[in-house]
């Protein structure tokens, strides 16, 4: 294809895009204001959930019968980073590793199955972990009270999360690069003693898990199994600079591990000596599948095209939630030069 039929092709696409009016932005997060001081907040991007599990624990199945629907309500699809920590009861849980232990006993899981919610002390109880399991009819019932006391937290969030990371095939070597912005209450409200935690999760691992009725089941399928920890397992310490923080980390994943179905989780959250003093200020998930993707092929059909485009377009003028795959030059913004760099990708460029 001729550079002269290229430019016209572009000129066309240019010329369309400009007729319709596409001069908008949309960032992901975006950032809200506050009433009319110099207070800002930021959407909630993730609820962390951390399941406290084990391939011998009886009840465990169940907990995650209710976590299921909790992880389905409509009202929280795609708002909730879930990673399972196993550890070792009555058996030894191939799951199981020194760092993940030591986060549930660090925590204070003391009953299993068990979870914590963004870190916060919903029941009052001065303890983080609730036990999530139930049985019969009763496990819509507690997925139901656990996912409305999720959608009832309405804590402002004063610092957002920009989640990247690239991945080498070859050597399997992945880099992890989180940074942010903060409110300019940020440093008022929780201090210096601000933590970020990275967890690396991954789905669909098959191996034996003790049913409710006492017997094993050989092939139970194991999701969001927190494979480690990037980070040191309490957060590595935040410098906030002009109200913006940024932290890399790298791992040489094992061949065992399918990146494919792997996530990197990432959060900030207090630093404190205690449990109820680590409570999440924001959280982000990313799929590492999505790095293995076609680049500018945003509606994942293994090409780019028009469609594409127009996934970009709607992103932009705020009709389709912005995904950081259509931020093609990672400036934080979905924009006219993200679809100028699908139109380029389009065209071979």
């Known amino acids: 294809m001729s550079q002269c039929l290229i430019d016209m092709k572009k000129f066309f696409l240019f010329s369309v895009l400009l007729f319709i009016g596409v001069i908008t932005t949309q960032a992901y997060p975006k950032l809200v204001a506050v009433n009319n001081d110099a207070a800002t907040e930021f959407p909630r991007q993730k ?64 009953s299993f199955p068990s979870a914590t919610f963004n ?58 690069d989180v940074s942010g912005q903060t409110a300019s209450n940020f440093i008022a409200t929780y201090g210096n003693n601000v933590g970020l935690t990275v967890y690396l999760t991954e789905d669909s691992l098959v191996a ?68 109820i003093t680590r409570e999440v200020i924001n959280c982000e998930m990313i799929d590492l599948r999505d790095l293995l993707a076609v680049k500018g092929d945003i509606n994942g059909d293994g090409k780019v095209d028009i469609a594409d485009i127009n996934a970009v377009i709607n992103m932009m003028l705020g009709k389709a939630d912005a995904v950081p795959a259509a931020d093609l030059n990672t400036d934080g913004n979905v924009d006219i030069s993200d679809v100028n760099a699908v139109i380029n990708l389009m065209l071979g460029k």
């Open 47 to 110: 609820h962390l959930v951390e399941l406290f599990t084990s391939q011998g624990c009886l009840y465990c199945p169940l907990g995650e019968e209710v976590l299921e629907l909790v992880y389905q309500k409509p009202e929280l699809s795609e708002k909730i980073a879930w990673a399972s920590l196993h550890i070792n009861i009555t058996v030894s849980d191939v799951f199981c590793t020194s760092k993940t232990s030591t986060i549930c006993t660090d925590l204070g899981a003391t």
């Open 119 to 176: 870190r916060k002390d919903y029941t009052g109880d001065g303890k983080l972990p609730i036990v999530v399991s139930a049985v019969n009819e009763n496990i819509p019932i507690v997925a139901q009270e656990l996912s409305q006391m999720l959608m009832d937290d309405t804590t402002p969030c004063l610092a957002n999360i920009k989640l990247d990371a690239t991945y080498d095939e070859t050597t399997r070597m992945l880099n992890v």
């Open 208 to 275: 034996r898990q003790l049913s409710p009725d006492g017997t094993w089941v050989p092939d139970y399928v194991h999701n969001h199994v927190v494979r480690d920890v990037l980070s040191s397992i309490k957060g590595d310490m935040v410098t906030i600079t002009n109200g913006i923080y940024q932290k890399s980390f790298t791992k040489t994943l094992k061949e065992a591990w399918n990146v494919n179905n792997m996530q990197v989780i990432a959060f900030l959250h207090r630093k404190g000596s205690t449990p």
